[in-house]
């Protein structure tokens, strides 16, 4: 069963950091590209960043860019988003996803085969 889980949420002041993971059962990591998007409360969702099956090409959104890191570690099947100098714009639920077949992008989520839950961060004081 291939399955994707979020973890890392939480609450956290403005100013703060998170790290959040995505863990990968019931299938190689190594043959997926990644992505992280999010939703915040009445938007839709959007893509924050991604990352190519080896971990050589990522992208940001200008949003999070300077400000969030994504890597991965094929060998633990985890992914991971590193959130610093957080603002409360960033409050959203964040999803992990999972594509082969097509092109690595932040753009479009049909280009993603797997989905997790979401795990929620909300960044307030």
């Known amino acids: 069963q291939l399955q994707l889980v979020e973890s890392g949420g939480g609450l956290v002041q403005p100013g703060g950091s998170l790290r959040l993971s995505c863990a990968a059962s019931?299938?190689?990591?190594?043959?997926?590209?990644i992505g992280w998007f999010r939703q915040a409360p009445g938007k839709e969702r959007e893509g924050v960043s991604c990352i190519s099956r080896q971990g050589s090409i990522t992208r940001y959104a200008d949003s999070v860019k300077g400000r969030f890191t994504i890597s991965r570690d094929n060998a633990k099947k985890t992914v991971y988003l590193q959130m610093n100098s957080l603002k409360p714009e960033d409050t959203a639920v964040y999803y992990c996803?999972?594509?082969?077949?097509?092109?690595?992008?932040?753009?479009?989520?049909?280009?993603?085969?797997?989905w997790g839950q979401g795990t929620q961060v909300t960044v307030s004081s």
């Open positions: 019931g299938f190689t990591l190594d043959y997926y590209y």
């Open positions: 996803a999972a594509g082969a077949s097509r092109s690595l992008t932040l753009e479009r989520e049909g280009n993603y085969d797997y």
